[in-house]
Every structure is written in structure tokens, then in C-alpha cells.
């Protein structure tokens, strides 16, 4: 009864593709994909599982995930990764113009678009965590309904 750590490493593998993962080794990529773990476990606060019970030496959760909180926890994992990869670059947020940038390339729209994206990634993400929030909710509101009318 447990989740590895790797089961969420491959529902994030396929969602996004980065050029350095295929050079990389395959203890290299865990561990670039375990920096993105931690902050995604503490943004999917509202977890019914406990995702603070896990091993970090075995890298696995304690607890049986559910697919749901493997999907809505890897794309914690994806929104972290975009978010320091592309938004939160130096590169990016320096202001390094000239003038053929005005013509070819436009460092703060390529922001922006990304800001757009970083957005809808995290739209989305919430969309499924109210969603897992109502269901436990729901599935309360049943058990408490079919006792009430039992009586």
C-alpha cells in the first residue's frame, strides 16, 4: 500500500517535453523531477491522503494514491516546473531590447504568452481540486442522506 514516486514522474514525463531530459540519466531526471515534489505537495493542500507520510530513502508515499490525486499533484509538479524554467528567468524578466527585437522577437510578449499558459495550467488544476473537493463532500452528503433515511 504504497505510491512511488516514479508513478508521478510518468504521468509528468508524457505532459511536457524538455530538451535536456533525454541526455540526462535516469537518477538525474528523478531527482530534477523530486525539486518540483515538495512545493506541489504543499500547494495540494486539501489532499484526503496524507502526502506528508512518505519516505523520501525509498521514494515512495506511504498511502495509496488515488489516480485523481496523482493527476492534480503532477500538475502541481508541472505548473512548479514552468514557473522556474520559462516565467521565473533571468533572462526573461531582464529587459534586453534592441532594435531588431522590436521586429523579430519580442522578449515581453514571449512573457507574457507564458504567463497565459502558466495561468490556464493553474486554472485548470483548480478546476480538478474543486472537483476532488466536492466529491469527498458529496460523498459524505450521500452517507449522511441513506442514514437519514433509514430512520
Not at 37 to 66: G, W, Y
Not at 96 to 117: C, E, G, R, V, Y
Request: hydrophobic fraction near 35%; charge should be negative; proline fraction near 3%.
Amino acid at each position: 500500500m504504497s505510491t512511488p514516486y516514479s508513478k508521478l514522474y510518468q504521468n509528468i514525463l508524457f505532459k511536457f517535453k524538455d530538451y535536456n531530459i533525454p541526455i540526462m540519466t535516469d537518477s538525474e531526471v528523478k531527482e530534477y523531477l523530486h525539486d518540483f515534489l515538495l512545493p506541489a505537495i504543499v500547494k495540494f493542500h486539501v489532499c484526503k491522503t496524507n502526502l506528508l507520510d512518505r519516505d523520501e530513502d525509498k521514494e515512495v508515499f506511504n498511502s495509496d494514491l488515488t489516480d485523481s490525486e496523482i493527476e492534480i499533484l503532477s500538475n502541481f509538479m508541472i505548473i512548479e516546473y514552468t514557473d522556474s524554467e520559462y516565467i521565473r528567468t533571468p533572462s526573461l524578466l531582464k529587459v534586453n531590447l534592441s532594435s531588431t527585437d522590436f521586429n523579430a522577437f519580442s522578449p515581453a510578449n514571449h512573457l507574457d504568452k507564458l504567463l497565459d499558459m502558466h495561468d490556464t495550467f493553474i486554472r485548470e488544476n483548480e478546476s480538478l481540486l474543486m472537483k476532488y473537493s466536492w466529491n469527498g463532500v458529496t460523498d459524505k452528503n450521500k452517507s449522511i442522506l441513506s442514514v437519514n433515511l433509514r430512520k
